[in-house]
């Protein structure tokens, strides 16, 4: 029997026809950064991804998410739909014309008064949270070299069930070239061998969209 990989496009193609689709408002933050960033709405999160984010947080019911690296706010909407009654999401990103695209879709979805975006430095925002495992969700998906001081920001306030997701840790299949050698890619590989040999946490790299490694803490 042959296989296909599993990042094919028909693949894909039919685990997004047999996943939850997105609605209406997602569908209009799909056009609408596609309108205004051309190119670069690749940064966006897949449908796919986030119909596994949307099911995830529906699962752990976080009381405080965080997101750092908000682009224009579809994996915020994705998890802030899918939060529990009092549950809010902290977004971290330093572009006001990129977030201001999501603003109002999140609005539409009903969905803002859950997100608290916060303007500036990451690593400020996420020194300024309380310094307790209070953090239940995270996701991160900002610029590599600063991964890894993310990921200890976030690793000493995670709560006991919380799990952290970071994006684009397969690079398009960059971290298995050698020749590859820039800094992005480079800094993906350092942390994706700093997390898997932590002693701290319980990791698996998952081949959606971009690569998508889960995290958790186990001490």
Request: net charge negative.
């Amino acid at each position: 029997m042959s296989r296909i990989a599993v990042n094919d496009e028909a693949i894909v193609a039919y685990a997004l026809a047999h996943s939850t689709p997105p609605d209406e408002v997602q569908q209009r933050l799909i056009e609408a950064t596609s309108d205004a960033a051309g190119d670069f709405a690749l940064m966006q999160i897949s449908p796919l991804q986030g119909a596994f984010m949307s099911v995830l947080t529906g699962v752990l019911r976080p009381r405080l998410a965080v997101e750092v690296g908000t682009f224009t706010g579809y994996s915020a909407l994705a998890v802030a739909r899918a939060l529990p009654e009092g549950g809010r999401l902290v977004c971290c990103d330093i572009s006001e014309e990129w977030t201001a695209i999501g603003r109002p879709h999140w609005e539409e979805a009903g969905v803002a008064d859950r997100i608290d975006l916060r303007i500036g430095p990451a690593l400020d925002t996420l020194r300024a949270l309380p310094d307790e495992p209070t953090v239940d969700l995270a996701f991160v998906d900002a610029d590599k070299p600063s991964y890894a001081d993310y990921y200890e920001e976030l690793l000493r306030r995670l709560s006991p069930t919380g799990v952290i997701l970071v994006d684009n840790t397969l690079w398009s299949g960059a971290v298995l070239d050698d020749d590859a050698t820039d800094d992005n890619t480079v800094a993906l590989r350092a942390f994706n061998d700093m997390v898997a040999a932590d002693p701290r946490s319980e990791v698996v790299q998952l081949p959606l969209g971009d690569g998508v490694t889960m995290i958790r803490r186990t001490s």
